[in-house]
């Protein structure tokens, strides 16, 4: 069986992981001439947008024997409307980094992956389609998925991000909400050392162009002081792929749309998607079907989505006060079973009600 593995990301090589398992040996693809990120960032994973009760890294561990060591529990989260604050504590999430170190999310699977990858190499789906059985496109985009007509737009937006240093407390995160600078995106500062911690600020709806207004409103209003080593801007759009499989094609990772749009989380269902599908390609199986349950969590919070879609800073005010009620607190944060996709048929009522399904 000839695979070829577009992308030596999470998912791509996840795949490949996978594939390796049933004695199949992809040929992967990587445009890039080294592995992991050029930037120096963290990302995070939070309990209740993902569909398992224990952590990612004992869920990985026991369902697919992949390993990949966190840096750290995510304790405390401390979020800033225009005018209102709240702090949240307890099991949240889990912080990975992102970067060219040996710890980094991309760098533990390749270890695990120990194939060759065939770097430099930037890779178009004609140049390939006839030349393989099976194509796995793990781009982390949805360029292909655009073209081919498969992809549904959630939520548009330009990110800048950067690395700082100064003084931080670890397992922490701090996010801020603020038409203002953040339209109804968000921005936040993750610590992924005592010294260095990753700011974000996402912004829906504009051009790259306007980033640097919203970026330095961002910075005067917060009075955001640190010492900036390096920034990004992306552009990131989240939405849907379907089909996910095309024929011999199978859309992973950011590209088969499993990023969701509320907070923008993408990592787990990067690693499993490439799992899935390499166990599709192996075993014959239907990997729409399989995805289901992924797909389902990423459509539930794009419910979430539609409504601060529709807030402003007045909204953001209520939220952030509500998110930190008592009653709420222990039903979302000390509750080990609260998914976010619990209410999410509530939130699509409202929405349906309310009309506000096609923002
Ligand atoms: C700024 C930022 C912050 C984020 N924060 C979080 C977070 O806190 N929590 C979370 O869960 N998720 C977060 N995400 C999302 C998460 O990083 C992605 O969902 C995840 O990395 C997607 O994995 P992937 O394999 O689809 O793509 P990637 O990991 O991006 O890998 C794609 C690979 O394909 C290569 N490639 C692209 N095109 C080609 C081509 N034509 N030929 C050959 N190679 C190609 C690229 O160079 C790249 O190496 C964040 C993303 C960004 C950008």
Same mark, same amino acid.
């Given at each position: 069986?000839?695979?070829?593995?577009?992308?030596?990301?999470?998912?791509?090589?996840?795949?490949? +992981?996978?594939?390796?398992?049933?004695?199949?040996?992809?040929?992967?693809?990587?445009?890039? &001439?080294?592995?992991?990120?050029?930037?120096?960032?963290?990302?995070? @994973? +939070?309990?209740?947008? &993902?569909?398992?009760?224990?952590?990612?890294?004992?869920?990985?561990?026991?369902?697919?024997?992949?390993?990949?060591?966190?840096?750290?529990?995510?304790?405390?989260?401390?979020?800033?409307? *225009?005018?209102?604050? &709240?702090?949240?504590?307890?099991?949240?999430?889990?912080?990975?980094?992102?970067?060219?170190?040996?710890?980094?999310?991309? @760098?533990?699977?390749?270890?695990?992956?120990?194939? *060759?990858?065939?770097? =430099?190499?930037?890779?178009?789906? =004609?140049?390939?389609?006839?030349?393989?059985?099976?194509?796995?496109?793990?781009? $982390?985009?949805?360029?292909?998925?655009?073209?081919?007509?498969?992809? &549904?737009?959630?939520?548009?937006?330009?990110?800048?991000?950067?690395?700082?240093?100064?003084?931080?407390?670890?397992?922490?995160?701090?996010?801020?909400?603020?038409?203002?600078?953040?339209?109804?995106?968000?921005?936040?500062?993750?610590?992924?050392?005592?010294?260095?911690?990753?700011?974000?600020?996402?912004?829906?709806?504009?051009?790259?162009?306007?980033?640097?207004?919203?970026?330095?409103?961002?910075?005067?209003?917060?009075?955001?002081?640190?010492?900036?080593?390096?920034?990004?801007?992306?552009?990131?759009?989240?939405?849907?792929?379907?089909?996910?499989?095309?024929?011999?094609?199978?859309?992973?990772?950011?590209?088969?749309?499993?990023?969701?749009?509320?907070?923008?989380? $993408?990592?787990?269902?990067?690693?499993?998607?490439?799992?899935?599908?390499?166990?599709?390609?192996?075993?014959?199986?239907?990997? =729409?079907?399989?995805?289901?349950?992924?797909?389902?969590?990423?459509?539930?919070?794009?419910?979430?989505?539609?409504?601060?879609?529709? +807030?402003?800073?007045?909204?953001? =005010?209520?939220?952030?006060? +509500?998110?930190?009620?008592?009653?709420?607190?222990?039903?979302?944060?000390?509750? *080990?079973?609260?998914?976010?996709?619990?209410?999410?048929?509530?939130?699509?009522?409202?929405?349906?009600?309310?009309?506000?399904?096609?923002?």
């Amino acid at each position: 069986m000839k695979i070829a593995i577009v992308g030596a990301g999470l998912s791509g090589l996840s795949c490949a +992981f996978e594939l390796k398992k049933y004695g199949l040996t992809p040929t992967i693809f990587e445009k890039s &001439t080294i592995l992991g990120d050029s930037l120096d960032y963290v990302v995070s @994973n +939070f309990r209740i947008m &993902t569909k398992f009760y224990t952590s990612p890294r004992s869920y990985f561990k026991k369902t697919y024997g992949l390993d990949i060591i966190p840096l750290g529990m995510l304790k405390k989260i401390t979020m800033f409307g *225009p005018s209102s604050k &709240t702090v949240v504590r307890g099991k949240l999430g889990y912080i990975f980094k992102k970067g060219l170190e040996p710890y980094s999310l991309e @760098n533990q699977i390749a270890k695990q992956v120990n194939l *060759p990858i065939n770097f =430099d190499t930037y890779v178009r789906i =004609d140049d390939i389609r006839e030349d393989f059985d099976y194509i796995v496109w793990a781009a $982390g985009n949805n360029k292909l998925s655009k073209e081919l007509g498969l992809w &549904t737009s959630t939520f548009n937006t330009y990110i800048r991000i950067s690395t700082l240093t100064g003084d931080f407390k670890t397992n922490t995160s701090t996010a801020w909400f603020n038409t203002e600078y953040a339209r109804n995106g968000y921005a936040y500062l993750t610590p992924y050392s005592k010294k260095n911690a990753t700011l974000t600020l996402i912004v829906n709806n504009i051009t790259l162009e306007e980033l640097d207004f919203y970026w330095k409103e961002f910075l005067g209003k917060e009075q955001i002081r640190y010492k900036i080593l390096e920034t990004r801007d992306v552009e990131y759009m989240t939405g849907l792929t379907f089909p996910m499989r095309l024929n011999n094609i199978y859309f992973v990772g950011n590209s088969g749309g499993l990023t969701e749009s509320c907070l923008g989380c $993408g990592t787990i269902n990067a690693i499993e998607s490439g799992i899935i599908a390499a166990r599709c390609i192996a075993k014959k199986l239907d990997y =729409d079907e399989l995805m289901k349950k992924n797909v389902n969590i990423i459509k539930a919070t794009h419910e979430f989505r539609k409504v601060l879609n529709t +807030f402003d800073n007045n909204d953001f =005010d209520k939220f952030v006060t +509500f998110l930190g009620a008592p009653g709420v607190k222990q039903f979302i944060y000390n509750n *080990p079973f609260f998914k976010t996709k619990d209410i999410a048929q509530f939130l699509k009522y409202y929405n349906k009600f309310t009309k506000n399904n096609n923002r």
